[in-house]
């Protein structure tokens, strides 16, 4: 059985003395070490070997790297590392943010994480915002979600668990949306643009990569937990995923990497209906290929290695 380690990466940057110094990430030469590492341990492969291959043995098992949410570290500081190493990477850009011009929740929100220290301060603001939307909306306790939702995770407290999760999907999305950007606007900056010009990739500089050997393929369009959407709004959001892989990727295979690891089987009929060959998720572990696991491949995060 043909076996690899598909490998996941987000944030690579200086950081240590950056202005994000708390941005959850690997540092540049860190992430050289990860290359030589993998290099030595288990070789490099590419997008054909997960989807042309005859699936026969393959020893030792490479290494596949993958790069999420359109990130202009990519561009900055991973590209020139593989293109001098001949390697390709599987780069899966959000398409909202650079058509749009805006930054997600998901990056609000792991800019406003990076900028206090002590957490308890965000969640003290989230309560307060909460009881304040309480009169409007049919909202919980914030107590009651706080020991619901503040269950830690391989890599984060139960306090950065919960500022995630209140604000990705447990409330109504105008409220957390409002949330989001006012913590935003506090903690970060009140010049959204910009921010966005400076955090993720443009279009030319897809081109650029694509062209010298990159894979481009789809996030999302607007990086939405997508087994909680109605199927109308999940619909919308394929449609225009796929529109915007045919414009950054003209002929190339369509695959899926999705936002926050999550499907359902539903998901994964609707993203094989719109034309997709496969899909990317976060669960841990080799990937023994075959090809009834295509759309469900597993990903090592990029601290699984030294």
Not at 12 to 35: C, D, M, T, W
Not at 174 to 185: A, H, P, S
Not at 206 to 229: K, P, V
Request: with cysteine; hydrophobic share 35%.
């Amino acid at each position: 059985m043909t076996s690899c380690k598909i490998v996941m990466y987000h944030y690579v940057r200086p950081i240590k003395n950056s202005k994000y110094p708390g941005i959850k990430g690997l540092e540049i030469i860190n992430f050289k070490k990860q290359i030589m590492f993998f290099r030595e341990k288990f070789g490099f492969q590419d997008l054909n070997f997960l989807f042309n291959t005859s699936f026969l043995e393959h020893n030792p098992t490479p290494a596949i790297l993958t790069f999420d949410d359109g990130l202009k570290d990519h561009f900055r500081y991973v590209y020139p590392i593989l293109k001098d190493e001949n390697i390709q990477g599987l780069f899966f850009p959000p398409a909202k943010p650079i058509l749009e011009n805006i930054v997600l929740d998901v990056h609000k929100i792991h800019f406003i994480l990076s900028m206090e220290s002590d957490k308890s301060k965000i969640v003290q603001d989230i309560f307060e915002n909460i009881l304040s939307y309480q009169k409007d909306y049919d909202l919980e306790d914030p107590e009651n979600l706080w020991h619901k939702l503040a269950i830690s995770s391989r890599f984060d407290t139960g306090e950065v668990i919960f500022i995630k999760r209140i604000l990705q999907r447990e409330l109504p999305i105008k409220v957390r949306t409002d949330i989001t950007n006012e913590l935003f606007k506090k903690y970060v900056t009140t010049n959204e643009s910009e921010f966005s010009k400076e955090l993720y990739l443009s279009l030319d500089e897809i081109d650029e990569m694509r062209e010298n050997g990159m894979y481009f393929g789809s996030h999302g369009y607007s990086h939405q937990w997508l087994s909680y959407m109605s199927e109308e709004n999940l619909n919308t959001e394929l449609e225009k995923s796929v529109k915007f892989c045919e414009r950054i990727s003209p002929n190339a295979e369509k695959i899926m990497c999705y936002p926050y690891g999550d499907y359902n089987e539903f998901v994964l009929n609707k993203i094989k209906n719109f034309g997709f060959i496969g899909g990317l998720t976060t669960k841990t572990g080799d990937v023994e290929l075959n090809d009834k696991n295509l759309f469900i491949l597993n990903r090592y995060d990029t601290n699984d290695f030294p």
